[in-house]
């Protein structure tokens, strides 16, 4: 829409659209710039897919790192990333990325409530060239909910499928009490505490306010923007962008019935969280990965970017792949409806679980990544149909649970009649029932129980990469932690999907977050970050939080170009 001169309902000087880490991030670095902020979120809660992510950012070099001792640098970490990204390495991006990296992460919890903290977690290849064990990963410390007052209702939950007793949050850091919770006095009385805390919480809230991971991140947020005095408005979509000629004014959004028109004087910030849930976005942006499910949330459909392609902006075509990926399970329901399954944290690369394909082979290894898992499905042909399984024995299943179903479930049944799993007394009755070749999967087997005894595994490695060792591996099961064998006379098979995280393709942007038009010239006012860019990642997944680190510093670079431009 063209601009009409001194016709505005609302000014502000940052206008944002988008209430995840990457705007509310914007918001926060506008306030310490003394700017006035409005924060505009269509729904209406608070938090985007951030919200229900685990809340860790990569963000290498910090003060917190250094301190700790990490053995990393920025170069070393840029090292890592021209290893990582290969052809796809964006040197402009990659080092604004790690030269403001440490600034804004400093910055934002400075004289703030958000706290990440140093954690020993090793990036996802930290075996190759410029990978580290440890540095490069925060993680948001645990926040009471109970500061928010009533805002506490604003936050989008958690998946619900991930809270116990129907509201209250567990995250890794509690998740070994629950499951052992008489291995020790002290974690028995934690146990305790926390049901306790839960059981007066239900009281006034309608779910637990001792919150972690993602949803603290955004809780933290939350509570600083209040302080800070920023504006926010939910139930407030953006309906189009005021531009005249190519400098964006302002924006038409949809807030108390009413379309207004908000001047934004000194800049527009996208963050309204990528396409994950737009059909029409993911067959044009990403064709050669033909997929149809997300764990994203399902608001984000791309009007962002949409909005911003209407004033002239481009799409930054050069990534990997358009998704985040991850292997799903689908829960079929009675009505015809279908959920789409997180990946486990419990069961996820554990010893003692393969996948395969409609082979019956193994096709990566399974203690990797869930973006490597993903990546690897669509390598292996799922764009042409071909089908996934993890294939496990019961034992497994009652220890570690196996996608919906948690550990020590009393039975199976309903699972099994639901579709939702399938199991076998053989090798051969498994595979007749999943449709995967009998010969395939029996040898795979073998071969599998045979690497578990020696330790080794010549097909992928599996149990040699740091990440799989220190994250996923076990060390009961000897002689390597992430190989177990599979009892085959209890066999489960959970047949998975490539899923995304969210999108990273997106709108093309320079090093100051600035959109481009399609002669590469940045449209003055019209910045973006998180999902609504191309990731600095190129569609690749080096280590543990890198939506969210980038998401962080990209909103410090925008903000900063925003108050310090003429």
Not at 68 to 78: C, F, T, V
Not at 404 to 410: E, G, K, T, V, Y
Request: charge should be neutral; glycine fraction near 12%; aromatic fraction near 8%.
């Amino acid at each position: 829409m063209k601009s009409e001169q001194a016709n505005w309902d609302h000014e502000t000087d940052i206008l944002v659209f988008g209430s995840g880490v990457a705007g509310f991030s914007a918001g926060l670095y506008g306030r310490k710039e003394n700017l006035e902020v409005l924060i505009c979120e269509k729904m209406p809660v608070l938090g985007g897919t951030t919200a229900t992510s685990g809340g860790f950012a990569w963000v290498p070099g910090t003060a917190k790192a250094m301190a700790a001792g990490a053995d990393d640098s920025l170069e070393k970490a840029r090292i890592y990333l021209q290893h990582e990204l290969g052809d796809y390495y964006r040197a402009d991006l990659v080092d604004a990325f790690l030269s403001a990296g440490p600034q804004a992460m400093a910055t934002l919890e400075e004289d703030t409530e958000v706290i990440l903290d140093y954690v020993k977690w090793p990036d996802y290849h930290a075996d190759q060239v410029g990978g580290v064990l440890a540095g490069r990963t925060l993680e948001t410390r645990r926040f009471d909910g109970r500061k928010l007052g009533k805002d506490f209702e604003l936050l989008r939950p958690p998946i619900k499928r991930l809270m116990l007793l129907g509201g209250m949050s567990i995250d890794k850091r509690k998740v070994d009490d629950f499951l052992r919770p008489l291995n020790s006095f002290k974690g028995f009385s934690r146990v305790l505490s926390t049901i306790l805390r839960y059981a007066m919480d239900r009281l006034q809230y309608s779910r637990g306010t001792d919150i972690g991971a993602g949803n603290a991140l955004i809780a933290r947020l939350l509570y600083t923007l209040r302080q800070m005095r920023a504006d926010i408005w939910i139930n407030a979509p953006l309906v189009e962008i005021i531009s005249q000629g190519n400098e964006v004014q302002g924006a038409v959004v949809s807030h108390e019935g009413k379309l207004k028109r908000v001047r934004a004087r000194k800049g527009l910030v996208l963050a309204t969280g990528g396409f994950p849930h737009n059909a029409r976005m993911r067959e044009e942006l990403g064709p050669k990965h033909p997929h149809h499910h997300s764990v994203g949330w399902e608001a984000n459909v791309g009007e962002g970017i949409n909005a911003a392609r209407k004033v002239g902006a481009v799409i930054d075509k050069e990534v990997v792949g358009p998704g985040l990926w991850q292997p799903s399970s689908l829960l079929k329901r009675k009505d015809g409806t279908e959920e789409t399954i997180l990946y486990g944290y419990l069961d996820r690369g554990r010893p003692g679980v393969i996948a395969v394909d409609a082979s019956g082979r193994r096709f990566v290894n399974e203690s990797n990544s869930y973006h490597d898992i993903g990546e690897a499905m669509f390598r292996h042909g799922a764009a042409d149909g071909n089908r996934f399984y993890f294939i496990c024995n019961r034992k497994f299943v009652w220890r570690r649970g196996l996608g919906l179903i948690r550990p020590f479930a009393p039975s199976l049944t309903p699972h099994i009649s639901s579709g939702y799993i399938s199991v076998g007394d053989t090798v051969q009755e498994l595979a007749e029932k999943i449709g995967v070749d009998q010969a395939g999967l029996a040898e795979t087997v073998r071969l599998h129980n045979e690497y578990a005894r020696t330790g080794i595994d010549p097909d992928f490695k599996r149990g040699t990469n740091p990440f799989n060792t220190i994250l996923l591996g076990d060390p009961s099961f000897k002689p390597n932690p992430n190989l177990g064998t599979i009892d085959t006379s209890s066999l489960v098979a959970l047949r998975i999907y490539p899923s995304t995280l969210g999108t990273c393709i997106g709108l093309a942007t320079n090093s100051d977050a600035q959109v481009l038009n399609d002669s590469g010239t940045p449209i003055k006012g019209l910045y973006a970050c998180g999902q609504d860019v191309s990731s600095v990642m190129r569609g690749y997944y080096p280590g543990g939080g890198i939506n969210i680190g980038p998401a962080i510093v990209f909103a410090f670079i925008a903000v900063r170009h925003i108050a310090h431009s003429a």
